[in-house]
T-cell receptor, first 116, second 114 residues
Framework: AQSVTQPDIHITVSEGASLELRCNYS??????LFWYVQSPGQGLQLLLK??????LVQGIKGFEAEFKRSQSSFNLRKPSVHWSDAAEYFC??????????????FGTGTQLKVEL | EPEVTQTPSHQVTQMGQEVILRCVPI?????FYWYRQILGQKVEFLVS????????KSEIFDDQFSVERPDGSNFTLKIRSTKLEDSAMYFC????????????FGPGTRLLVL
């Protein structure tokens, strides 16, 4: 069964500092990978996704992520964090093997706090 | 920009009561989902729906749960007899087409079962 691990429950960074959020996945084939962000009281907004090709993907709000097959990782990065980036970030893997639903399996999330 | 909407935003109910959570997916989307997030836990898949039938469901989605697309716009989740452990945020999502398409999530319905 597919699974996603986000080892950092909470991360605090200073505004302007760089950010890396870790994500490791387990899946039986080339995965479809996603990063979503959830602000308080809001739904889940897609930041970026990876299906194939270039392993470095660019997303919205200045975020990028790199797929590393050898490490089963899909870490999210941002070179300079803004106070408005404070939110919860979820990594997810899409199920494409079973067909039909293509459900997403989420990690437990990383809560990002930004210090001014 | 089109978005998924959900009503109500909050619902409080007594244990054993039936609840219906409503979602309006993005209009040209074909695939519909319900997920839930118990407070402090991860977002979990409940069910996917395509072509007027369930395409996949999780072990959470037992006989107490049902989904329906009663018309061309709404997608509902019914819990027949709520339990305390059904208290969670319920998210609806929709997707336009193939698996590379993005699942767009609604803002969620916070359900509290007393």
């Amino acid at each position: 069964a597919q699974s996603v691990t986000q080892p950092d429950i909470h991360i605090t960074v200073s505004e302007g500092a760089s950010l890396e959020l870790r994500c490791n996945y387990s899946y039986g084939a080339t995965p479809y990978l996603f990063w979503y962000v959830q602000s308080p009281g809001q739904g889940l907004q897609l930041l970026l996704k990876y299906f194939s090709g270039d392993t470095l993907v660019q997303g919205i709000k200045g975020f990028e992520a790199e797929f590393k097959r050898s490490q089963s990782s899909f870490n999210l990065r941002k070179p300079s964090v803004h106070w408005s980036d404070a939110a919860e970030y979820f990594c997810a893997v899409g199920d494409v093997l079973t067909g039909g639903g293509n459900k997403l399996t989420f990690g437990t999330g990383t809560q990002l706090k930004v210090e001014l | 920009e089109p978005e998924v909407t959900q009503t109500p935003s909050h619902q409080v109910t007594q244990m054993g009561q039936e609840v219906i959570l409503r979602c309006v997916p993005i209009s040209n989307h074909l695939y519909f989902y319900w997920y839930r997030q118990i407070l402090g836990q991860k977002v979990e898949f409940l069910v996917s729906f395509y072509n007027n039938e369930i395409s996949e469901k999780s072990e959470i989605f037992d006989d107490q749960f049902s989904v329906e697309r009663p018309d061309g716009s709404n997608f509902t989740l019914k819990i027949r007899s709520t339990k305390l452990e059904d208290s969670a945020m319920y998210f609806c999502a929709s997707r336009a087409g193939g698996p590379r398409e993005t699942q767009y999530f609604g803002p969620g319905t916070r359900l509290l079962v007393l």
